[in-house]
């Protein structure tokens, strides 16, 4: 396919040494010189090397393709606390944030209430009575390059006598969960509502 040839293409052009420069180099070109919008052919040194100069084709390459549709993603996150510890997990492959860390997710086509996630969740329905909202935030908005990820943060405090907890989610002191790697959205969140404290 385009993506394998050109990316053969473009590593057969590295350097041997300094490919770094090489690369940010080519991105000043491309910023100053071959621009999408008003390109400035008249002072370029790859006149005669290049294609669309010698078509005719300024105007129109390179072809844009269709615009990536944005993808709607509703997160309601479940900060679990016991004690002074909070629950967290490291996010699964081929998804937003591989590899990071967040709380226990609900995620949805919709913002979803409290009285419906509990419905809808097996985890919470079992464990309702065991669980107290200390905090329900408002929905925050994250725009990715695709996506638009709607979400809110419940912080719940687990009784005592809860020790089952949804596979994958380990509890860590305040300053292991400030050491995890995590997305920009949940350091906000925890910053703003759990380290102020």
């Not at 913002?111 to 464990?127: G, I, K, R, Y």
């Amino acid at each position: 396919n385009a993506k394998k040839v050109f990316t053969e293409l473009a590593t057969s052009l590295l350097p041997e040494q300094q490919t770094d420069a090489y690369n940010q180099a080519i991105m000043e070109f491309g910023a100053l010189y071959c621009t999408p919008a008003s390109p400035q052919c008249m002072f370029c040194i790859f006149q005669i090397e290049c294609m669309a100069n010698a078509t005719g084709k300024l105007a129109v390459l390179p072809i844009k393709t269709k615009k990536t549709k944005v993808t709607e993603r509703f997160f309601h996150y479940l900060v679990f606390q016991k004690g002074e510890k909070i629950a967290m997990k490291q996010r699964k492959p081929k998804d937003v944030w591989e590899g990071m860390y967040d709380f226990y997710l609900v995620e949805d086509k919709q913002e979803l209430d409290w009285e419906v996630l509990v419905e809808q969740d097996t985890f919470l329905s079992q464990q309702k009575n065991e669980l107290t909202i200390l905090k329900e935030t408002t929905s925050y908005k994250h725009i990715l390059s695709h996506q638009r990820i709607f979400t809110k943060f419940y912080h719940l405090e687990l009784s005592t006598k809860l020790d089952t907890f949804p596979e994958g989610l380990v509890f860590y002191s305040l300053n292991e969960v400030d050491d995890l790697p995590k997305s920009t959205l949940v350091n906000n969140f925890l910053k703003e509502h759990i380290f102020k404290n």
